[in-house]
């Protein structure tokens, strides 16, 4: 078995970092957390050679190409993001039942 570029633990070390980043390339926590974890698979599943010599550097590159992906997606689609504050309050003879 060929050993990860990065180790669990220095993933796990730069998470926080990586997942502000996300959230304020992507402007939503769970789009931010999709995008970290991509980025993981995308760490996990990459050919070891030449070692990283950076690993939170090079970890904060694949987050922030993640996150212009899931931008380009978004264009070519059409769509924006919705925002908590976006939906509406839930009022009487809404849709949902009471």
């Known amino acids: 078995m060929t050993p990860l570029p990065v180790t669990v633990e220095e993933f796990e070390a730069a998470r926080p970092r990586l997942l502000s980043a996300a959230h304020r390339m992507l402007g939503s926590a769970q789009d931010a957390q999709d995008a970290v974890q991509t980025a993981w698979l995308r760490a996990a599943t990459a050919p070891s050679s030449p070692p990283v010599d950076n690993p939170s550097a090079w970890l904060t590159t694949i ?6 992906d899931e931008l380009r997606a978004r264009r070519r689609r059409n769509e924006a993001p919705l925002f908590a504050d976006a ?7 809404s849709w949902a039942p009471s």
């Not at 987050?63 to 212009?68: G, M, S």
């Not at 939906?87 to 003879?93: C, D, E, I, Q």
């Open 87 to 93: 939906v509406p309050a839930r009022t009487r003879g």
């Open 63 to 68: 987050t922030a190409r993640v996150c212009l």
